[in-house]
């Protein structure tokens, strides 16, 4: 069967509250981030996206932040809802000219009402 | 509504018994993608068609290969699976540089 996989590192909030889900990206040289929703069973989700000539960009109810100097990316959600449990994953482009992603460890996040 | 499709949603092989896990899309994006996803962990690129180019990743073992017949269609085929293919494996499609569309995943058990 499958190879029992790790343990992902959660986050916790009460609905209502604010989530901040943050990720550390490897390469100096990637120059496009996304993060992506997946749910239990389910393929992953845009969510949003940024490139690395800005430093924030905010959708609905979402807001991502770029750290290019240390190398980090964060989502924040806004009044979080029950809907939105489900493991996070941010992605780097590394691939250039084919948008090739590497994903990074994912965190899953869990709404309690 | 476009999308990326994927089928069959579940699939049950037994131990070296080849298989084929297909994969649609009605974005007509350029660049189709296949990644293996086992539990608990990021989704793994395996290799990509940029049109009908074929990128394989360096570490995809040669029990991987795939087919992009024409634009909408992108096959992955698992010559011999062993007990460590059991996974979940992904289809995404972009027009780059725009972001990647993921189908809903095929689940591959292997007896």
């Known amino acids: 069967g499958e190879s029992v996989g790790l343990h992902l590192p959660t986050l916790s909030v009460q609905e209502g509250d604010n989530s901040i889900i943050n990720c550390a990206y490897s390469?100096?040289?990637?120059?496009?981030f996304i993060w992506y929703k997946q749910e239990s069973g389910k393929g992953p989700q845009f969510i949003i996206d940024?490139?690395?000539?800005?430093d924030k960009r905010q959708g609905q109810r979402v807001t991502v932040l770029l750290n290019k100097t240390v190398k980090h990316l964060s989502l924040q959600i806004a009044a979080t809802q029950p809907g939105d449990s489900a493991v996070y994953f941010c992605a780097e482009n590394y691939g250039g000219a084919t948008n090739k992603l590497i994903f990074g460890t994912g965190t899953l996040l869990a709404v309690q009402p | 509504d476009a999308m990326v499709i994927q089928n069959p949603r579940y699939q049950v092989t037994q131990f070296g018994k080849p298989v084929t896990l297909s994969c649609s899309q009605t974005?007509?994006?350029?660049?189709m993608y296949w990644y293996q996803q086992k539990s608990s962990q990021a989704p793994k690129l395996l290799f990509h068609y940029y049109d009908k180019d074929f990128n394989n990743e360096a570490d995809t073992p040669d029990n991987f290969q795939s087919r992009r017949p024409n634009t909408s269609f992108c096959f992955l085929d698992i010559r011999s699976p062993g007990l460590g293919d059991a996974a979940m494996y992904l289809c995404?499609?972009?027009?780059?540089?725009?972001?990647?569309?993921f189908g809903p995943g095929t689940r591959l058990t292997v007896l």
């Open positions: 390469n100096s040289a990637s120059d496009y």
């Open positions: 940024i490139r690395s000539n800005m």
């Open positions: 974005l007509n994006h350029n660049v």
């Open positions: 995404a499609t972009s027009r780059v540089p725009d972001e990647q569309f």
